[in-house]
């Protein structure tokens, strides 16, 4: 068992990092708080992979947690041929993937119906946190600070900077990595990535993966939508250690990836939940479960009703005690959403 990291400049005892009060001249190291941070995850009881460090070491794991939740053994010819199947540079193509059982042929002509992680429960997944991976790009080479591994799959990087640098610069940074001709995450198991996490310990956000179309700075040089994650009373939850504890833990990290990010077919585009609308749809679900009668819900204009109230509807038919669901909307459906999945109750 593998000894959890700790900070070796830690002040405070109930926290990993500083407590923020440090002068400028006392700004702590980036790789300070990237193994601070690697301690936090380990806590939350995330395996911690240093050995993972270059392509070859996270497809050879990859391969050993698909052939353990698929119970199959692969050739090595089958293997190299499974990756030229799933690794593309579509983002939504990827997404989808992830969610779907998939098929491929073996070399003998038999079918193998599989998944990439464990879709019915991702709580059972396996939780891994690797540091400094290395990928080469065409003419140069990349390494991503902190990558979080579902069942061998990468899902999501956290970026980190100093308490003197803003996370923007991390947005930017990770544009400039997907921009960069024959890139990770067009050419690897990266491609699966789908989330991002900026942080320079006090202010952290996060925001979703997506093809280079609805991935870009604005004029206004805002990256949109970036998110920062907040409590049911929209408290912020800004510092890196709390927004672990809260966002990271392994069955609710689980639980965002596979229930409250949606995939927007009609436009290709990944889509994650803001914080009050998760809270709305998680209270529907409940109180319809604990059959607590009638009720309505009220928004505002621009808050996101037609995606909270698809997602709740998604999540509502999968009560085996629920015949029936009616969506309602007052536009074609051609805009609405597609969880990757077809609704044909929807029509």
């Known amino acids: 068992m593998q000894p959890i990291l700790r900070n070796f400049a830690m002040k405070n005892p109930k926290s990993t990092y500083f407590d923020g009060q440090e002068s400028q001249s006392s700004v702590v190291r980036e790789d300070t708080i990237e193994y601070g941070f690697i301690g936090t995850l380990q806590k939350l009881k995330y395996e911690y992979r240093p050995d993972i460090s270059n392509r070859a070491a996270l497809e050879a794991n990859f391969r050993e947690k698909f052939e353990a939740l698929n119970r199959v053994r692969l050739t090595d010819a089958e293997f190299a041929r499974l990756l030229d199947e799933i690794v593309t540079p579509d983002v939504f193509t990827a997404s989808k993937t992830l969610r779907a059982i ?107 993966n997506n093809n280079a179309r609805h991935f870009a700075f604005n004029a206004d040089e805002r990256f949109l939508p970036v998110y920062e994650y907040a409590d049911e009373e929209n408290r912020k939850i800004t510092r890196l250690d709390a927004f672990a504890d809260v966002f990271l833990k392994k069955c609710d990290l689980g639980r965002t990836i596979s229930r409250y990010m949606v995939l927007i077919a009609s436009e290709q585009k990944l889509m994650i939940m803001r914080p009050y609308q998760v809270y709305a749809v998680k209270h529907m679900v409940t109180c319809i479960d604990d059959d607590n009668g009638n009720g309505y819900i009220w928004h505002t204009t621009g808050s996101g009703k037609t995606l909270t109230s698809f997602k709740a509807a998604t999540l509502l038919k999968e009560n085996e005690h629920i015949e029936k669901c009616l969506f309602v909307v007052d536009r074609k459906i051609g805009t609405i959403i597609c969880a990757g999945m077809e609704y044909p109750w929807l029509n």
């Not at 070399?107 to 019915?120: A, E, F, H, R, S």
């Not at 999501?156 to 990770?174: C, D, F, H, N, Y």
Request: proline share 4%.
């Open 102 to 208: 998939n098929s491929f042929t073996r070399d003998d002509g038999t079918p193998l119906n599989y998944t990439l992680v464990n879709i019915k429960d991702w709580c059972k997944n396996t939780f891994e946190v690797i540091n400094q991976l290395r990928i080469n790009t065409d003419n140069s080479h990349h390494r991503y600070d902190v990558i979080l591994l579902i069942n061998g799959v990468p899902c999501v990087q956290i970026e980190l900077k100093t308490l003197g640098i803003s996370p923007r610069r991390a947005m930017e940074q990770i544009v400039e990595y997907k921009h960069d001709p024959g890139n990770g995450y067009t050419k690897t198991l990266l491609c699966f990535m789908q989330l991002f996490i900026v942080s320079n310990r006090n202010q952290t956000y996060y925001f979703a």
